[in-house]
């Protein structure tokens, strides 16, 4: 009989991608004055630092114009787009890159809110009784020459938020977004475990790190593990 050799082991490497979040609120004080300014004129929050990089937030009281915002790039369901129609009815809220990104696109997902009168987080998609003012999460890319690209993110109706004294008080409001930024993938090889483990007791040893431990995984766990060298 011919002896069979055996392969040898795969090689194993691993991808681990994260991202970095950050928030920033800003207070429009002053909020009546703000509807006097002309279509299409907006106002930017000063420079903030989240995700490890700069943005502005735009307030846009009165109608915009298509031209002052990248309006055909969001990350939108179908049917979005007829959001993006200016309207003096409404407030807007977009998010640009501030400054350059050096050298590289920035990946960003990101959410605007109004916050609540006494503060806490807005309230959630769905809750009933009860006006809520929360925009759709989107992934948008911010290209490395973003030569001022901003992303729509809140469109209200003036109607209802005037209406909203949870929301506007003294001529106030306050508006928050959330950032997460994707970091550069990190790519390492290195031996790790496969688990193929159908037992639930099993699977709980390995998550509280037991399978880390190369000669405990041997001594009890060999028979449903396959080891990579």
Known sequence: MVGMKLPPPPTRSTITTTTSAGSHELKVEGYSVTKLLVDGERIESSKFRAAGHDFQICYYPNKYRKKDCNTG???????????????????????????????????????????????????????PAKVRFVGERHVVTFPRKHNGVEYWGLKISKKELEKSPEYLWDDSFVV?????????????????????????????????????????VVNYFLKCLVQVH
């Not at 990350?75 to 003096?88: E, V, Y």
């Not at 990190?186 to 190369?214: E, N, P, Q, W, Y």
Request: glycine residues 10%.
């Open 176 to 216: 928050r977004c959330e950032i997460s930024v994707v970091e550069k993938p990190i790519v390492r090889s290195h031996d790790f475990m496969v688990c193929r483990c159908k037992d639930d007791l099993c699977k709980h040893h390995h998550l509280t790190g037991a399978s880390l431990v190369k000669d405990v």
């Open 73 to 127: 790039r969001i990350s939108a369901p179908p049917g979005a787009q007829m959001l993006h129609a200016g309207s003096n009815a409404t407030i807007s809220f977009f998010l640009k890159l501030a400054g350059g990104s050096k050298g590289k696109d920035v990946r960003a997902e990101f959410q605007f809110s109004l916050v609540p009168r006494h503060g806490g987080e807005p309230a959630a998609p769905g809750a």
